[in-house]
Structure formats: C-alpha cells, structure tokens
C-alpha cells in the first residue's frame, strides 16, 4: 500500500502537481484508507489481491488476531 501511495505520489510530482498538496487533503487520505480497507477485505468487495494474501496467509503459520483501527 506504502509503494502504491508513493508511486501515485511520484506521477503527480512528474506531471508538475505537488505531491505534499495532494496528500494533505482529506480527500486522499480517504482515497487511501478506501483502498487499504479494499485489500484487506473489510468491506466484502472481492478482488484478487485478497484473495491471494488469504491463500497465502493459510499456509503461514500467522496469528490472525488483528486490532483494526480506522483514522
């Protein structure tokens, strides 16, 4: 999610757009929390990112107990 932001971040500084003005309006942030709630399947919308690091994650001997928390 970090490379994804900062290669968004570096294609607006590229085509002249301030990348530190973008990324302080709340309209990104919500953009990206968005995002991040996407690929870890919070709010039910399939995709294949997900569904990938489900697969990968049950092979893993991982603790599942996540704290959540939304800003």
């Known amino acids: 999610m970090v490379e994804a ?3 968004v971040l570096n294609a607006f500084e590229k085509n002249k757009i301030d990348p530190d003005t973008v990324a302080s309006k709340p309209e990104f942030k919500i953009l990206v929390h968005l ?3 996407i690929i870890d399947n919070e709010v039910g919308i399939p ?3 997900s569904d990938k690091i489900d697969t990968l994650s049950e092979n893993l001997d991982l603790d599942n107990a996540v704290n959540k928390t939304l800003h």
Do not use: C, F, I
Request: proline share 0%.
């Open 35 to 37: 995002l991040k709630t």
């Open 47 to 49: 995709n294949e990112l």
């Open 5 to 7: 932001t900062e290669s």
